[in-house]
């Protein structure tokens, strides 16, 4: 049998392992994809496209709570006990992509949670 923290860190690995398969974004394709939701006179296709970036950093953070849930060691510290909205997240993330652009090429997976953790410390 596992111990805690073997069964949380096959959970963790777990969770990493089916988000694989989702489409992998970068920071740059987070930017202009959710980004373009705050334009005006957007197509369709920028409409649409921005939608999905909303699910997909919705998705991010509910990994996120959820990893912090099993674990007890969350990787940002929201304000309320209740949590975060999606588009506060969303903007949030946005604001701190667009103050990071020498990262902009990198996962958005990572950059979420450095965005996060960097505008919700934790108090240790």
């Given at each position: 049998?596992?111990?805690?923290?073997?069964?949380?860190?096959?959970?963790?690995?777990?969770?990493?392992?089916?988000?694989?398969?989702?489409?992998?974004?970068?920071?740059?394709?987070?930017?202009?994809?959710?980004g373009a939701l705050f334009q005006e006179n957007k197509?369709?296709?920028?409409?649409?496209?921005?939608?999905?970036?909303?699910?997909?950093?919705?998705?991010?953070?509910?990994?996120?709570?959820?990893?912090?849930?099993?674990?007890?060691?969350?990787?940002?510290?929201?304000?309320?006990?209740?949590?975060?909205?999606?588009?506060?997240?969303?903007?949030?993330?946005?604001?701190?992509?667009?103050?990071?652009?020498?990262?902009?090429?990198?996962?958005?997976?990572?950059?979420?949670?450095?965005?996060?953790?960097?505008?919700?410390?934790?108090?240790?």
């Open positions: 049998m596992y111990k805690g923290g073997a069964v949380k860190t096959i959970t963790f690995f777990v969770l990493m392992l089916l988000s694989a398969n989702c489409l992998a974004m970068s920071g740059n394709d987070v930017l202009n994809n959710c197509t369709i296709e920028q409409t649409m496209d921005g939608l999905n970036c909303v699910g997909y950093v919705g998705g991010l953070n509910d990994m996120a709570v959820l990893y912090a849930g099993i674990t007890k060691v969350p990787f940002y510290c929201p304000p309320r006990k209740e949590g975060l909205e999606t588009g506060q997240v969303v903007r949030v993330f946005l604001m701190w992509l667009e103050s990071h652009p020498a990262e902009l090429h990198e996962s958005a997976r990572s950059l979420f949670i450095s965005a996060m953790g960097d505008s919700f410390p934790c108090e240790p």
